[in-house]
């Protein structure tokens, strides 16, 4: 069995590539799989807001054959989770107000995991204002917290880790206009001590090294690989 969460508490800079199922052909697999075996990414995620019946766990399947990496479920809703994945992110949307995305869903969710053998990392999910509305905005009817309220943003990630929650995300959401801020990152790192997951807005090293520096542990990039697989090339081993 894979030790996910050890990995990412190791204190090694990791890289996460995230796979939307409704995005991706699963007969692009092959060449996408190669070129990200090719690269410097630690981690497969899958998921995204809104992924059709049975879609997540087909393309997890394909994506294993093809791949030594650990594959982690970013799931939106219960209808992503398969056991054919290594590890489940159980994200509580702690930035938002909504109590199905804060415990509603997870209790839907017991059913399903309590058969697997999937490592469930409980994480502190924060959305993060990024210059657009997001699809988490819009399926979880939340707002994200103010990307200049950082004292709020550290609040929040303190009381994830006071509820005894293992990982916080820091999210600018798909597609976002600006990642999120290395103040925050270094701000949320410094107070929670906790294994700091930062995603969304990350386009070009510059940012992904900028990310690394103020203190994340683990940087998901998708939407920029979606846009342009040279990306790839500038993250080879």
Do not use: C, W
């Not at 004292?151 to 995300?169: E, F, N, P, R, S």
Request: charged share 20%.
């Amino acid at each position: 069995m894979r030790h996910v969460y050890q990995n990412i508490q190791n204190n090694t800079k990791q890289l996460a590539v995230l796979i939307d199922p409704d995005k991706f052909l699963v007969e692009n697999t092959v060449g996408f799989i190669e070129k990200v075996n090719q690269s410097i990414a630690t981690h497969i995620f899958v998921g995204g807001s809104i992924v059709d019946l049975d879609v997540t766990d087909i393309l997890v399947e394909e994506i294993k054959k093809h791949t030594q990496l650990p594959i982690v479920l970013f799931p939106g809703d219960v209808t992503q989770i398969t056991e054919k994945a290594d590890a489940i992110l159980f994200l509580s949307l702690i930035s938002g107000r909504n109590p199905e995305y804060l415990i509603g869903k997870h209790v839907e969710a017991v059913s399903k995991l309590r058969n697997t053998t999937l490592e469930v990392i409980s994480t502190g999910y924060i959305l993060i204002e990024s210059g657009k509305e997001t699809a988490v905005q819009q399926v979880t009817e939340t707002l994200p917290l103010e990307r200049s309220n950082i004292q709020k943003i550290v609040d929040t990630a303190k009381a994830a880790q006071l509820l005894g929650m293992k990982l916080i995300y820091l999210e600018a959401g798909s597609g976002a206009r600006f990642p999120v801020l290395g103040t925050v990152i270094s701000k949320v790192k410094q107070e929670t001590e906790l294994p700091l997951i930062v995603g969304g807005g990350i386009r070009n090293l510059d940012q992904l090294e900028n990310a690394y520096a103020s203190g994340a542990d683990l940087v998901v990039i998708g939407t920029a690989f979606e846009e342009d697989e040279l990306f790839f090339e500038a993250l080879k081993k």
